[in-house]
């Protein structure tokens, strides 16, 4: 989608995937196939191209760096990726720029897991230090005495254990930082989870302006903070009273930013190449009200009704093969755009 | 920008263009460089694809048929190109099934065309029956005595004479027909001219709902008429009183639609793959009113200050090189969606 965003603009695309005839290799002008890792591969795609992105934060950095010297524009840059690839120093950075995160504690083996326990409480949830998306990698705490089988079930690797956050409802804010600096948020989504995986992002959000403004100013000290260039995914935790927690950022176009290609004019994939090209950004505002909603594995067999409903549009990968729990496309249910209303506090839920 | 249509829905594209690099070719999976009457690139084509369209309708009828003998659908049809490839048979067409054009006779000679000049009355525009597009093969006979200079001008070549139409305003309307039989009509678009080239499109157009009427009429007749398979772009007259006359098909997605992209949920292009493929046809409102405009040759170097205006939609084609008059861009600017009002009759212009 990143590519079929820069043809619109008239850009030409080389994909570096190590996947032969990828999804992104469909809609590009060329691609090399080999590992993220290959100098060689990179050393090539470095003299394609004057500007590099990712799409994809589990990129190594050293192949970010080779890039570099090669005299290539990357954008996010090193420290964006560095930070966003480490679960503790990622807490840690946000928490350094006072944006506020459930409270962690960095693991290194089962004796400080234990002791963690112990002043968090539990349940509590250990996740890897680094790698492990859509769920993977993670395990529940659910009381004192199972430190032990979480540990030994995230592979006794080091960690980072989250209090549970008693959050109302789980909400991101899709935003944008420019080379020139200018900073641009689109409305936020509220998201629903199943099995780890995203499964809807309604955007924008039934949320007040005061939702609103705190989410902005996340967005612009985090986007400062790390001097960052390109689109940015954050995840937050609203919590009872309306304070918003950072679960989460992505250095990227984000899953519950695909809303934006049937909601706005400008979408978080054009937007991200704008920033990466040193474009203006484009403008963020709603033209309609978006229900999002991931196909995964088989639920892609249900194209067919989904395509002939007026409603809806139909965004499909091109993945050849349905595996169970693979994204293979996503619908954008267009609703009318209401007025914003919040929304009375429900029960709690837990992350 | 079809072949961008397809890779949303999930299509791999393999382009067949005589040019190496394409602007199609940097955004689709493969491409055949070869002559559209290569008959061994036709072949390779045809194993590699399911379906085939074209979005240029002086692609050799033969071709069409070498395709469909290789088992491929084609759309639109072979009927559908044959007409509109041949500007006597296309009025003749529209004029059997009782859609009303410019009065014309059909030129072999010099003589035929000196009869039709008295009987037609002068001024009236001389065209060449095959080729020639934005204006190319056209000559005004002012006078009676200008015949044989417009003869000589287009080549002397079979030909059509048609008189001039005092309209009010060009007006357009994309339509579409999918494989089911099913008809979709977007909101008409109202079109000034440059040098015989579209400059901008106005969409939805302030028409009222007699004219919206009569257009979606026209439309269904010539699309049923031709059993036709895809968008179809329709060009009008409106003659004082509200009267439409039909200036000229396109058998293809036309200039005159791109502000579909920027306006409408189901944009122009994805209807058209929607109809080739045998998808039902997406919804046609417009949520938003677009004033496109074309950037021709060096109108390009702008690009920079419209890509920084938020209500101005920028699509670049990757051109390399801005031949004067050559179409480079085009920007789709966002207006409120306003009412619809009939816009008060003003003088009549000049076809």
Not at 148 to 170: D, K, M, Y
Not at 194 to 217: D, E, I, M, Y
Not at 296 to 304: P, R, S
Request: with cysteine.
């Amino acid at each position: 989608m990143l590519s079929q965003a820069s043809g619109r603009l008239g850009f030409n695309v080389v994909i570096l995937d190590p996947e032969e005839n990828s999804p992104a290799c469909r809609v590009s002008q060329g691609q090399i196939v080999a590992a993220y890792d290959n100098p060689t591969a990179l050393q090539v795609l470095g003299k394609a191209c004057q500007a590099v992105t990712f799409e994809f934060e589990n990129v190594p950095a050293r192949s970010v760096e080779i890039l570099i010297e090669a005299g290539c524009e990357v954008a996010p840059g090193p420290r964006a990726l560095a930070v966003a690839q480490d679960r503790v120093d990622e807490k840690s950075f946000l928490n350094s720029i006072k944006v506020p995160t459930t409270a962690f504690a960095a693991i290194n083996d089962l004796g400080s897991l234990r002791a963690a326990v112990a002043s968090l409480g539990a349940p509590a949830l250990l996740k890897t230090r680094r790698q492990g998306y859509d769920g993977k990698g993670q395990a529940w705490i659910k009381a004192d005495s199972g430190a032990a089988r979480a540990w030994a079930a995230i592979g006794a690797q080091p960690a980072i254990l989250e209090a549970r956050a008693e959050f109302v409802r789980e909400l991101s804010v899709i935003c944008a930082r420019g080379r020139d600096g200018d900073i641009a948020v689109y409305p936020l989504g509220e998201n629903t989870h199943a099995g780890g995986v995203l499964k809807t992002t309604l955007a924008p959000a039934n949320v007040g302006s005061q939702t609103k403004a705190q989410a902005t100013r996340i967005a612009r000290k985090i986007l400062e903070g790390l001097d960052y260039v390109g689109v940015m995914g954050v995840e937050l935790f609203e919590m009872p009273g309306g304070r918003l927690l950072v679960n989460e950022i992505a250095p990227r176009v984000h899953n519950s930013g695909h809303w934006t290609q049937d909601g706005c004019a400008c979408d978080q994939f054009e937007q991200h190449i704008r920033a990466v090209a040193g474009w203006p950004l484009g403008p963020t505002a709603a033209h309609a009200r978006v229900e999002m909603t991931n196909l995964l594995g088989n639920e892609i067999k249900a194209w067919k009704a989904l395509a002939a409903d007026p409603a809806v549009r139909i965004h499909i990968y091109g993945k050849r093969e349905a595996k169970p729990g693979r994204k293979m496309a996503h619908i954008n249910r267009i609703l009318p755009l209401a007025r914003s209303r919040p929304r009375s506090p429900g029960p709690a839920r837990k992350s």
